[in-house]
């Protein structure tokens, strides 16, 4: 199973506003994408931060070069900060878990 962490901050008020524009779209599609089996949101040290578990990579890479996700990705830079993480495992991880995973091994973007 392919795990994904985000945790991202709107930049300014218009970059806040762009951003949840396109991050509830994109939540909403993600919970219901075929290979999706867990899908989170929570606030975290200021971070608006997902968890989701996929069937695999190849699901998850598929959602997130389409629809709003892609609109999402080619905006980010303007919109927000934050840093990802994907990886496998056989478990998913509680937020604690995530987070801590997030901030050691994260990309920043």
């Known amino acids: 199973m392919h795990i994904s962490i985000t945790g991202l901050k ?14 509830i779209p994109s ?19 200021g971070y608006n931060c997902t968890l989701s578990a996929w069937e695999n990579r190849e699901m998850m890479s598929a959602f997130m070069r389409n629809g709003v996700h892609l609109k999402a990705m080619k905006a980010f830079n303007s919109i927000a900060t934050g840093r ?10 509680g937020w ?14």
């Not at 939540?27 to 040290?45: C, D, H, P, R, W």
């Not at 604690?96 to 990309?107: D, P, Q, R, T, V």
């Open 84 to 93: 990802t993480y994907g990886y496998e495992s056989d478990k998913i991880p």
């Open 96 to 109: 604690e878990e995530a987070y801590s995973i997030l901030e050691s091994k994260g990309k920043n973007y």
């Open 10 to 23: 709107p930049k300014g008020l218009l970059g806040f506003i762009r951003f949840w524009t396109l991050a």
């Open 27 to 45: 939540f909403s599609e993600a919970k219901s994408a075929k290979g999706n089996l867990y899908s989170a949101v929570k606030k975290i040290n």
